[in-house]
Nanobody, 118 residues
Framework: QVQFVHTGGGLVQPGGSLRLSCTASGFNSRGYAIAWYRQTPAKEREFVALIDNGDDDHYIQFGPFVNARFTISRDNTNDSVLLQMNDLKPEDTAMYYC?????????WGRGIQVTVSS
């Protein structure tokens, strides 16, 4: 089964940080641009961040709500994509997923919950 395996979510207070990781399982993701997405029951899935598939000088893009709080990087040794989230806000509470960009249905995994609350 091909999918992304997500780790690193949890509960954090406003202003805190979390580091999410997604690792390809059953396939090699190095040839794909990879993005993080998030979804809540009240909203449609939205784009969070993107990193392309180059080896160096990656093209990176963020959703408009990020405002320099997040960074995205690739760990090619482990075939993983990391999302470092700082200065988290309650509105960042969501289920976070990574997938290719554009997303492919076959690669949606279970995602990981991020809850920002005091």
């Amino acid at each position: 089964q091909v999918q992304f395996v997500h780790t690193g979510g949890g509960l954090v207070q406003p202003g805190g940080s979390l580091r999410l990781s997604c690792t390809a399982s059953g396939f090699n993701s190095r040839g794909y641009a990879i993005a993080w997405y998030r979804q809540t029951p009240a909203k449609e899935r939205e784009f969070v961040a993107l990193i392309d598939n180059g080896d160096d000088d990656h093209y990176i893009q963020f959703g408009p709500f990020v405002n320099a709080r997040f960074t995205i990087s690739r760990d090619n040794t482990n075939d993983s994509v990391l999302l470092q989230m700082n200065d988290l806000k309650p509105e960042d509470t969501a289920m976070y997923y990574c997938n290719t960009f554009p997303p492919r249905d076959v690669f949606w995994g279970r995602g990981i919950q991020v809850t920002v609350s005091s």
